[in-house]
Nanobody, 130 residues
Framework: QLQLVESGGGLVQPGGSLTLSCAASGFLLGHYAVGWFRQAPGKEREGVSCINNAQDRVYYSDSVKGRFTISGDNAENIIFLRMNSLKPEDTAVYYC???????????????????????WGKGTLVTVSE
């Protein structure tokens, strides 16, 4: 079965850290560009960070730049999102998505809705609160 599964969400205090994981099954993430997206209640989905298949080009939205880091482990077929200095406004359901589109613009993958996405995960909830 071809799917992406996110994990690692939870409740964290402001200023804290979390690492989200996006695990692929049925296909190799190293052949895909992958992005992390989030959607807060009542808001539109936002592209947070996207990485190309070679994992040498990365895009971060201005809202997370300097605080979040995207990385991949091809041996484990997982993409991570390390989130530091979390703020209440980071509260959202976080989704990962993969596209086989090549070449890919990591900026456009994050900013253009459904930029050739082949797979979406079901999301993991991150809540930043006291």
């Amino acid at each position: 079965q071809l799917q992406l599964v996110e994990s690692g969400g939870g409740l964290v205090q402001p200023g804290g850290s979390l690492t989200l994981s996006c695990a692929a099954s049925g296909f190799l993430l190293g052949h895909y560009a992958v992005g992390w997206f989030r959607q807060a209640p009542g808001k539109e989905r936002e592209g947070v960070s996207c990485i190309n298949n070679a994992q040498d080009r990365v895009y971060y939205s201005d809202s997370v730049k300097g605080r979040f880091t995207i990385s991949g482990d091809n041996a484990e077929n997982i993409i991570f999102l390390r989130m530091n200095s979390l703020k209440p406004e980071d509260t959202a359901v976080y989704y990962c998505a993969a596209t086989s589109r090549y070449p890919v613009s990591t900026r456009e993958m994050c900013m253009v809705r459904d930029y050739g996405v082949d797979y979406w995960g079901k999301g993991t909830l991150v809540t930043v609160s006291e």
